[in-house]
């Protein structure tokens, strides 16, 4: 598993986009019912993509090739290439954001 890669989806999908959702929508609303409606459609979302319900798999993936002039990238020899985070691992770290951070919004 490519972990800096899983680090990047959770900081950038969870952490800034999840955490910045539910406090954009505090600061516009400062309703409780609304940070409760943002961590419903998160857990919906995450429900979802995890039920497989979009009919396409994403994920945090590699491919290992050998790229001509390039150095081996791990302790095989083997070159890998970053694929990139998929689509449904973004909505899936994005809804957990929503999740998390409306739940603990909510609690403090």
């Known amino acids: ?20 959702t539910v406090g954009l929508v505090y600061w516009a609303t400062e309703s409780d019912a ?17 039920g497989g319900g979009s ?9 290992e090739t050998e790229i001509p002039g390039s150095e081996p990238l791990d302790e095989t020899g083997d070159t890998v290439l970053a694929v990139g985070v998929g689509r449904n691992v973004k909505a899936f770290f994005y809804g957990v954001g929503l999740v998390a951070f409306s739940v603990a919004l909510y609690v403090v």
């Open 55 to 63: 009919g396409s798999r994403g994920a945090v993936a590699t491919a």
């Open 34 to 50: 609304a940070v409760l409606g943002a961590a419903f459609l998160g857990l919906m979302g995450t429900l979802f993509v995890v």
């Open 1 to 20: 598993m490519n972990w800096p890669l899983v680090l990047r989806g959770v900081v950038q999908y969870t952490a800034l986009y999840g955490g910045g």
